[in-house]
């Protein structure tokens, strides 16, 4: 086993997601490892070795190959942190990542972008009230 990375999976009509890569790891459409489900993805696409060197990704005769910032992978490749992975019509981005003591989960992406509309929300409401409009709130003229 080698380092631990970081991948963001972004999958047409899926929300975006994060996951640590600390093992090798297949990914495709029907694998024992990271699922996906673009149509356009081979069954078992391709393979995530993370080495102490980095993270080498290894193209599995995918019917549609497996490219790295627009270039198409023939032979496994050392990924480095910020390179995007296209397959099908799903995007991995490799992230540099650091294996931590505890086993804890953060907020998701969803809880976030929920505490940040909260946070406006909350906001317009204050602002609607000193204009003395309470639950009243309009948009701008000008703006659809």
């Given at each position: 086993?080698?380092?631990?990375y970081?991948?963001?999976?972004?999958?047409?009509?899926?929300?975006s997601?994060?996951?640590?890569?600390?093992?090798?790891?297949?990914?495709?459409?029907?694998?024992?490892?990271?699922?996906?489900?673009?149509?356009?993805v081979?069954?078992?696409?391709?393979?995530?070795?993370?080495?102490?060197?980095?993270?080498?990704?290894?193209?599995?005769?995918?019917?549609?190959?497996?490219?790295?910032?627009?270039?198409?992978?023939t032979?496994?490749?050392?990924?480095?942190?910020?390179?995007?992975?296209r397959?099908?019509?799903?995007?991995i981005?490799?992230?540099?990542?650091?294996?931590?003591?505890h086993?804890?989960?953060?907020?998701?992406g969803?809880?976030?972008?929920?505490?940040?509309?909260?946070?406006?929300?909350?906001?317009?409401?204050a602002?609607?009230?000193?204009?003395?409009?309470?639950?009243?709130?309009?948009?701008?003229?000008?703006?659809?």
């Open positions: 086993m080698g380092a631990t970081w991948v963001q999976i972004i999958e047409p009509g899926h929300p997601r994060v996951m640590s890569i600390d093992d090798v790891v297949e990914v495709g459409r029907d694998c024992d490892g990271l699922q996906l489900e673009d149509p356009t081979s069954r078992r696409h391709l393979r995530l070795d993370p080495t102490a060197a980095g993270l080498v990704l290894e193209d599995l005769n995918s019917a549609n190959g497996t490219f790295v910032d627009g270039q198409r992978v032979e496994p490749t050392l990924l480095k942190a910020g390179q995007r992975v397959l099908g019509e799903t995007e981005v490799v992230h540099p990542g650091h294996k931590t003591d086993d804890t989960a953060g907020p998701t969803a809880d976030i972008v929920t505490d940040r509309v909260s946070e406006e929300a909350r906001r317009l409401s602002a609607s009230r000193k204009l003395g409009r309470p639950g009243r709130l309009r948009p701008e003229s000008g703006s659809a």
